[in-house]
Nanobody, 126 residues
Framework: QVQLTESGGGFVQAGGSLRLSCAAS????????MAWFRQIPGKDREFVAA????????YYADSVKGRFTISGDNARSTGYLQMNTLKPEDTAVYYC???????????????????WGQGTQVTVSS
């Protein structure tokens, strides 16, 4: 089993920045994919960004490209999401997800990830 622990959410004004962290523990693997999703009440979980920790390849939703940066420390099985130029529409609960090496077409699918964090609230005021 793998446990994911998130931190870094909070309240920020529009245009501000936040950094989320996700630490994996338990039966982690050196070939590990990690992603961030977000969810607002009544909506499905939305893909934000993903990273292949072993190779550093990154993938982004169009809505955050150029504003968010996903990164990772493979040796520590930890991922990060740097969020800049935040907008009110970025307000959501952000979830960290992880799994073994996924095919590229699955990286944006919540159902592909077996492990999830508890979620952290991000609120952006206008």
């Amino acid at each position: 089993q793998v446990q994911l622990t998130e931190s870094g959410g909070g309240f920020v004004q529009a245009g501000g920045s936040l950094r989320l962290s996700c630490a994996a523990s338990g039966r982690t693997s050196t070939r590990f994919d990690m992603a961030w999703f977000r969810q607002i009440p009544g909506k499905d979980r939305e893909f934000v960004a993903a990273i292949r920790l072993s190779g550093g390849y990154t993938y982004y939703a169009d809505s955050v490209k150029g504003r968010f940066t996903i990164s990772g420390d493979n040796a520590r099985s930890t991922g990060y999401l740097q969020m800049n130029t935040l907008k009110p529409e970025d307000t959501a609960v952000y979830y960290c997800a992880a799994g073994g090496t996924l095919i590229t077409s699955s990286l944006r699918m919540a159902s592909a990830y077996p492990y999830w964090g508890q979620g952290t609230q991000v609120t952006v005021s206008s």
